[in-house]
């Protein structure tokens, strides 16, 4: 069974910084390509990041320049290092397989404000 735990979330001010972690169990993460999503309050969950098994990324225009996805294979764990954060990037953040996701984790969440 997978199961996903993400980490790392809280409040920051406008123009900060966090990095997310996403560890996983019950799968090898360096064969499936996996992506970070977020949800705003009264939103449908999007993708923000995502990374191939190979190590190419991939990002939503809203984050481009901002966010980095990255993946620690040894510790079979994917991060999202955010940077100049905007408080229309507070959401609850997920990750999951970009194809065909898995059972969703619980998320972390951040808030960006003053």
């Known amino acids: 069974q997978v199961q996903l735990v993400e980490s790392g979330g809280g409040l920051v001010q406008p123009g900060g910084s966090l990095r997310l972690s996403c560890a996983a169990s019950?799968?090898?993460?360096?064969?499936?390509?996996m992506g970070w999503y977020r949800q705003a309050p009264g939103k449908e969950r999007e993708l923000v990041a995502s990374i191939t098994s190979g190590g190419n990324t991939n990002y939503a225009d809203s984050v481009k320049g901002r966010f980095t996805i990255s993946r620690d294979n040894a510790k079979n764990t994917v991060y999202l290092q955010m940077s100049s954060l905007k408080p229309k990037d507070t959401a609850v953040y997920y990750c999951?397989?970009?194809?065909?996701?898995?059972?969703w984790g619980q998320g972390t969440q951040v808030t960006v404000s003053s």
């Open positions: 999951n397989r970009v194809a065909y996701p898995w059972s």
């Open positions: 019950g799968i090898i993460l360096r064969f499936t390509a």
